[in-house]
């Protein structure tokens, strides 16, 4: 399945398509997997869409549905029966239906509403209700549960009839009369296991669950921690009330991580492709940063201001700016950038700031000094001797190279502290990263290098 | 299992083992698992990791084992006999197996080889030979394997039967008499169909694959497109080899998107997590970029040197350039992360480049007439009114906002071509992302700057 074979068979399909070829697209469509027919469906026109998707079967057309944009979704909902829509919205996996109903225009909803079953319908409006990042809002209802008086034959004849409807039959959970999760058997152990043994004995009890109310960030840090394939999820009173499968993890990973890269970008973080996003929707993302980064850089300009008469005496101190602000600035985003992610990984917490701190003035004073010696033969050997610009002094060059130490180190520890503090008081790290925290090494920069620059050269 | 239990248990833990009640310390941790288990070791110190790890059943050590950090399995393999190395060697699957060599030491490595079976020893060689971030290089050998032929009664009691030392029995594969991969099916598949059903019915042959030679991160995309829990591997002649689990790609996941991060914030990526790495090793990974942005910098430099008379005739003009700077390289990054997020995902292919400039440079126009506008009344109405600064006049504002709108414009265009080209030339676009870019857009504000003051000022 290479990305070539990949659009080599929607050429095919698609000449079958305009061909009037029905019967052998219809057979050809049959074979393939929901992922790939989603895909297909996705690059064709609306009209076509329709068309295609109503040559599939009843079982494929629900599968493939979960699998379209909410946009295409809605196309498909306005151009079938009801009929056939009832049949989609009970196949649909619970999470499916609900991530659809959060984003579907209010008439739409009206109608998917109307036409499930009350059932279906009360399930969705309960899942509807949990905040969005919650656990709550990417579980799904349908899992098969256990008694710890059966054994293992009862267990896989009790799999084997209800599975179909579950989302996951690898993890069953074992619950008492009231629901309460007891334990957890996967199908491996059963499997694994004598015919006769009972669930409680081969059960596991000490289980990793989430709650409805956790931040869905956390469940995914418990998939990786300890490799499972579902997490059960339980409400206040600790009963069972839905799991988290591992491929709707990774889907949430993906964002987690595109959220993290697009806020360190200066970026509000959108949950869609870039390539379905309009130039409207784009500028609203990035103009609010852009302006307040703008509007903090003019800061920056005040006190180059403040500094006039110093820059006029000595002109050569201006064209050393850019490099020492950038310099500061990427010194400051590599810590920043590596405090954010561990943050997000679990693997540095608030309690570590004491070593962190050591270690980045540590590592930003190796830093400074060598930046500061390579640049301190630069000046010389190229500026000084090689240009020879007379202007640029001995002393000149000591200014910078001071500042460059200084500046780096500070702006380590700043990179450090700031997304821990951000953290601490509750607010995402992630927007204390790149451009913000340039901004305002920016301007310690200026003022490291000015109080240097006044002190050394007397100005 | 919320953080602070960890804490406490470790404690509790911590305490037993103080107070010597090794049968209740051995007790609690039998019923652990081996992840808890692994984090509360590597809190030890190393002859109480060793002692510790040796009150572990031999299954349990095995699997605790996997999961410890390469320094902590080189002590535990350094503290017990040849008997029970040989026996976590075998118990090990052989990802995990294969991972550690490549980290031991050399003399470490040597005895773990001349304890193991001839057989391990010959596959460890052989998957030890796939390059680095290849699919072979996390791939496992331990999977369940069906014939056409057989039935599902047939298939379940073989899954019954040698299960044990598979990775996952969830997915089976068919092969054919010369190991050719000919169809994939499910454990779910096979539990929701009639015991007499032959497998050759029931299979879906048209299989998700990977081979050996292919890059990890092509296999990370699987994944999360198809909804996968394993990949199956083939070599060059299409026989199976491997599969790769859903459990070690999302560290793979994790991983790529740390890597990305980091070379986004230009750090040179290490596969260690920050709080294990020296303040030499941070230095390492930090220094060559910041040496290389320094040096650009310069450049920056030179340009405004050869601008010093018309800089020293307009003095207003210096405040204005950290701001245009500033508001250049933040433009830039935000479009360069987003199609560098967006190639890594596969949302973004090279023949997108056109409608992505257009996107792109309608985002930038619009961008960059707001922040003008916004910044023209600020000169005016703050720095030439409020503040009484008579140097700004209308002019330098109108300097400095057209100069704001090329800038904005050219550093987007900028920032989404060098990353595609980069992907292009089979280089990673993401050290194309923020700093690298930053340097060159900080170059192309000053010239665009100094042209318009040039033309407008007619310095």
């Given at each position: 399945?290479?990305?070539?074979?990949?659009?080599?068979?929607?050429?095919?399909?698609?000449?079958?398509?305009?061909?009037?070829r029905?019967?052998?697209?219809?057979?050809?469509?049959?074979?393939?997997?929901?992922?790939?027919?989603?895909?297909?469906?996705?690059?064709?026109?609306?009209?076509?869409?329709?068309?295609?998707?109503?040559?599939?079967?009843?079982?494929?057309?629900?599968?493939?549905?979960?699998?379209l944009?909410?946009?295409?979704?809605?196309?498909?909902?306005?151009?079938?029966?009801?009929?056939e829509?009832?049949?989609?919205?009970?196949?649909?996996?619970?999470?499916?239906?609900?991530?659809?109903?959060?984003?579907?225009?209010?008439?739409?909803?009206?109608?998917?509403?109307?036409?499930?079953?009350?059932?279906?319908?009360?399930?969705?409006?309960?899942?509807?209700?949990?905040?969005?990042?919650?656990?709550?809002?990417?579980?799904?209802?349908?899992?098969?549960?256990l008694?710890?008086?059966?054994?293992?034959r009862?267990?896989?004849?009790?799999?084997?009839?209800?599975?179909?409807?579950?989302?996951?039959?690898?993890?069953?959970?074992?619950?008492?009369?009231?629901?309460?999760?007891?334990?957890?058997?996967?199908?491996?152990?059963?499997?694994?296991?004598?015919?006769d043994?009972?669930?409680?004995?081969?059960?596991?009890?000490?289980?990793?669950?989430?709650?409805?109310?956790?931040?869905?960030?956390?469940?995914?840090?418990?998939?990786?921690?300890?490799?499972?394939?579902?997490?059960?999820v339980?409400?206040?009173?600790g009963?069972?009330?839905?799991?988290?499968?591992v491929?709707?993890?990774?889907?949430?990973?993906?964002?987690?991580?595109?959220?993290?890269?697009?806020?360190?970008?200066?970026?509000?973080?959108?949950?869609r492709?870039?390539?379905?996003?309009?130039?409207?929707?784009?500028?609203?993302?990035?103009?609010?940063?852009?302006?307040?980064?703008?509007?903090?850089?003019?800061?920056?300009?005040?006190?180059?201001?403040?500094?006039?008469?110093?820059?006029?005496?000595?002109?050569?101190?201006?064209?050393?700016?850019?490099?020492?602000?950038?310099?500061?600035?990427?010194?400051?985003?590599?810590?920043?950038?590596?405090?954010?992610?561990?943050?997000?990984?679990?693997?540095?917490?608030?309690?570590?700031?004491?070593?962190i701190?050591?270690?980045?003035?540590?590592?930003?004073?190796?830093?400074?000094?060598?930046?500061?010696?390579?640049?301190?033969?630069?000046?010389?050997?190229?500026?000084?001797?090689?240009?020879?610009?007379?202007?640029?002094?001995?002393?000149?060059?000591?200014?910078?190279?001071?500042?460059?130490?200084?500046?780096?180190?500070?702006?380590?520890?700043?990179?450090?502290?700031?997304?821990?503090?951000?953290?601490k008081?509750?607010?995402?790290p992630?927007?204390?990263?790149?451009?913000?925290?340039?901004?305002?090494?920016?301007?310690?920069?200026?003022?490291?290098?000015?109080?240097?620059?006044?002190?050394?050269?007397?100005?």
């Open positions: 399945m290479e990305i070539k074979d990949v659009e080599e068979r929607h050429e095919e399909l698609f000449e079958l398509l305009e061909n009037r029905i019967k052998e697209l219809q057979q050809i469509l049959e074979g393939m997997n929901e992922f790939d027919i989603a895909a297909f469906l996705s690059e064709l026109k609306p009209q076509q869409m329709a068309m295609v998707f109503r040559m599939l079967s009843k079982e494929k057309g629900a599968e493939v549905f979960a699998n944009e909410v946009e295409e979704q809605e196309l498909i909902i306005n151009s079938i029966t009801d009929t829509l009832a049949s989609i919205i009970e196949e649909l996996y619970l999470d499916d239906a609900v991530d659809m109903m959060e984003e579907l225009p209010a008439n739409v909803v009206k109608r998917v509403m109307r036409i499930a079953t009350s059932e279906t319908r009360n399930l969705i409006n309960q899942f509807l209700r949990y905040p969005e990042d919650s656990v709550g809002s990417i579980m799904t209802a349908e899992y098969v549960d008694k710890k008086y059966m054994n293992v009862e267990s896989i004849a009790r799999i084997r009839r209800i599975g179909k409807d579950s989302e996951t039959i690898y993890t069953c959970y074992v619950t008492s009369a009231d629901r309460r999760l007891e334990g957890v058997v996967t199908l491996r152990e059963l499997l694994l296991s004598n015919d043994e009972i669930i409680e004995n081969i059960m596991d009890t000490n289980v990793i669950f989430a709650t409805t109310t956790d931040d869905k960030e956390r469940v995914v840090n418990l998939f990786s921690d300890y490799d499972l394939l579902a997490v059960p339980v409400d206040k009173e009963r069972l009330v839905g799991i988290v499968t491929d709707d993890v990774i889907d949430v990973m993906h964002q987690e991580a595109t959220e993290d890269i697009e806020k360190m970008a200066a970026i509000t973080p959108s949950d492709p870039y390539m379905r996003l309009g130039t409207l929707e784009l500028w609203r993302n990035r103009i609010p940063w852009l302006m307040l980064l703008m509007i903090g850089a003019t800061f920056t300009g005040l006190i180059i201001s403040s500094f006039e008469d110093a820059l006029a005496a000595q002109a050569a101190l201006t064209a050393f700016i850019p490099m020492l602000m950038g310099t500061g600035g990427n010194s400051g985003s590599q810590s920043s950038v590596t405090i954010v992610r561990g943050l997000s990984l679990g693997e540095i917490r608030f309690s570590d700031m004491g070593k701190l050591w270690k980045e003035l540590r590592v930003g004073l190796l830093c400074g000094i060598s930046l500061a010696a390579v640049n301190f033969i630069k000046i010389l050997l190229v500026d000084h001797t090689l240009l020879g610009n007379s202007e640029i002094t001995i002393m000149i060059a000591a200014v910078v190279c001071i500042t460059l130490v200084g500046t780096v180190v500070v702006a380590k520890l700043v990179g450090c502290i700031l997304p821990l503090l951000v953290e008081i509750g607010l995402d992630a927007v204390m990263a790149s451009p913000l925290l340039s901004t305002i090494v920016d301007a310690l920069t200026l003022c490291v290098y000015f109080s240097v620059a006044r002190g050394l050269l007397k100005l």
